[in-house]
């Protein structure tokens, strides 16, 4: 633990000596780089730590048929998953009314399916989330603008 330490106050000095304007690009391209790979596990159908959705449930309307979408088609483009970045910091988060609509199916909550339609409880679908592939690419992201 006392390395990580070391580790973490060696990194803040060095990204201290770096200029607010280059502090600020790399946080851009960290925070595009990161909602590139959100949209990818998105797309993929697959919580951060590699499994998979659970899969909608079987009702009369997804029987043989009918053409099935993928879940989060629109979530994931970037007029709805927006990114944002300072000298300091760089995040990725849902926009607008959108943000319900995530937190209800990232946290598997109770939401209605209509404005008077029934009230269901939603499965759990991380969409966002670290995992080791993030890590990876913020410490290459760090180091090449250290560079």
């Not at 969409?127 to 760090?142: F, M, Q, R, S």
Request: hydrophobic share 35%; net charge positive; no cysteine.
């Amino acid at each position: 633990m006392d390395n990580l330490q070391k580790v973490d106050a060696w990194l803040a000095a060095l990204l201290a000596n770096l200029e607010p304007a280059a502090r600020k690009r790399m946080m851009r391209e960290l925070a595009q780089q990161l909602r590139r790979t959100q949209q990818n596990n998105i797309r993929l159908q697959r919580n951060p730590d590699g499994t998979g959705y659970e899969p909608r449930r079987v009702t009369a309307r997804t029987k043989k048929g009918r053409i099935k979408r993928q879940m989060f088609v629109k979530l994931r483009t970037t007029k709805y998953l927006k990114t944002a970045a300072t000298a300091d910091s760089a995040s990725v988060e849902f926009a607008g009314q959108v943000q319900r609509i995530a937190r209800v199916h990232h946290y598997g909550l109770r939401d209605r399916v209509s404005r008077r339609g029934p009230e269901v409880r939603y499965a759990s679908r991380r969409l966002l989330g670290v995992n080791d592939e993030l890590v990876k690419i913020t410490t290459d992201i760090l180091l090449r603008s250290l560079m």
